[in-house]
T-cell receptor
Framework: DAGVIQSPRHEVTEMGQEVTLRCKPI?????LFWYRQTMMRGLELLIY????????DSGMPEDRFSAKMPNASFSTLKIQPSEPRDSAVYFC??????????FGQGTRLTVV | KQEVTQIPAALSVPEGENLVLNCSFTDSAIYNLQWFRQDPGKGLTSLLL?????REQTSGRLNASLDKSSGRSTLYIAASQPGDSATYLC?????????????FGKGTLLTVNP
């Protein structure tokens, strides 16, 4: 398996624009997590899914953030409208039955 | 709320030294604990997973231990090498019903000097 795949790797956008981050989990994994990493706060859990169903979105900072998982092999994290303070590295991770979690390479988002 | 603390925040050692990284967590009701490595600008690489029923796990020069009752885990690195330089992150899986959150510490930045 190629591991968790995220796209794009880098995204630079202007304030107010919509940003969509994509994630393909490892095949067969039933949990998917979205994290955000900043120097100040470290790794923060935004939302996670179990069998494509959102379980806990309490970490989503504002209504500007939304996440979907239409099927077992694809998830998106959308920010609309984007703001400079959203600049961070966003990671997607997946695991099977609450065991070892595997992370993607991340998407570095810069909002100017 | 589960809180994970890693000490020290940064560590610099000469090559060949054995070293210990520490991780503590506030809620002992964990499902398991995982150690990761992160290189600058890269994603997280899983190093070791310790199930809540286990006391330790070993992989090569790495040995991780878990003491749930005291809320502590250590990562032991033997005979450190410059290639071990990275940030090491500890994460705990909170257990309880459908709740399954992976909570991270802030990490320890390790520098191994040749």
């Amino acid at each position: 398996d190629a591991g968790v795949i995220q796209s794009p790797r880098h995204e630079v956008t202007e304030m107010g624009q919509e940003v969509t981050l994509r994630c393909k989990p490892i095949s067969g994994h039933d949990y998917l997590f979205w994290y955000r990493q900043t120097m100040m706060r470290g790794l923060e859990l935004l939302i996670y899914f179990n069998n494509n169903v959102p379980i806990d979105d309490s970490g989503m900072p504002e209504d500007r953030f939304s996440a979907k998982m239409p099927n077992a092999s694809f998830s998106t994290l959308k920010i609309q409208p984007s703001e400079p303070r959203d600049s961070a590295v966003y990671f997607c991770a997946s695991s099977y039955r609450r065991t070892e979690a595997f992370f993607g390479q991340g998407t570095r988002l810069t909002v100017v | 709320k589960q809180e994970v603390t890693q000490i020290p925040a940064a560590l610099s050692v000469p090559e060949g030294e054995n070293l210990v990284l520490n991780c503590s967590f506030t809620d002992s009701a964990i499902y398991n604990l995982q150690w990761f490595r992160q290189d600058p600008g890269k994603g997280l690489t899983s190093l070791l997973l310790i199930q809540s029923s286990q006391r330790e796990q070993t992989s090569g020069r790495l040995n991780a231990s878990l003491d749930k009752s005291s809320g502590r885990s250590t990562l032991y690195i033997a005979a450190s090498q410059p290639g071990d330089s990275a940030t090491y992150l500890c994460a705990v899986f909170v257990s309880g019903g459908s709740n399954y959150k992976l909570t991270f510490g802030k990490g320890t930045l390790l520098t191994v000097n040749p």
